[in-house]
Nanobody, 123 residues
Framework: QLQASGGGLVQAGGSLRLSCAAS????????RGWFRQAPGKEREFVAA????????SYADSVKGRFAISRDNAKKTVYLQMNSLKAEDTAVYYC??????????????????WGQGTQVTVSS
């Protein structure tokens, strides 16, 4: 299972850090990703990281503002979100990819999904 947390309400320009804790099978050596879905829009890729942390990828819209990291000892992946904008408002989902050595931007690559956490950025 994947448990996402850390969402909330923040003013534009502020920061939030999302966490995604893994348990059970998803605690294995999996790549991990963050996706988001805004109201009325399709779910889209945000960031991903390989199991070792050696590979990362980001959506163009968040490059330079968001940073993905992981602590395998704590079984947790983080998404540090800085300089938040109103357009970052969405439900954020974490996911696990059984292929450990990649940081895929494709939703089809992910085998397990957590519940979402709401991020609301007020302008």
């Amino acid at each position: 299972q994947l448990q996402a947390s850390g969402g909330g309400l923040v003013q534009a320009g502020g920061s939030l850090r999302l966490s995604c804790a893994a348990s059970g099978r998803t605690n294995s050596a999996y790549g991990r990703g963050w996706f988001r879905q805004a109201p009325g829009k399709e779910r889209e890729f945000v960031a991903a990281i390989s199991w070792s942390g050696g590979f990362t990828s980001y959506a163009d819209s968040v490059k330079g503002r968001f940073a993905i990291s992981r602590d395998n000892a704590k079984k947790t992946v983080y998404l540090q979100m800085n300089s938040l904008k109103a357009e970052d408002t969405a439900v954020y989902y974490c996911a696990a990819d059984r292929t450990w050595n990649r940081a895929s931007s494709s939703q089809k690559a992910y085998d397990y999904w957590g519940q979402g956490t709401q991020v609301t950025v007020s302008s």
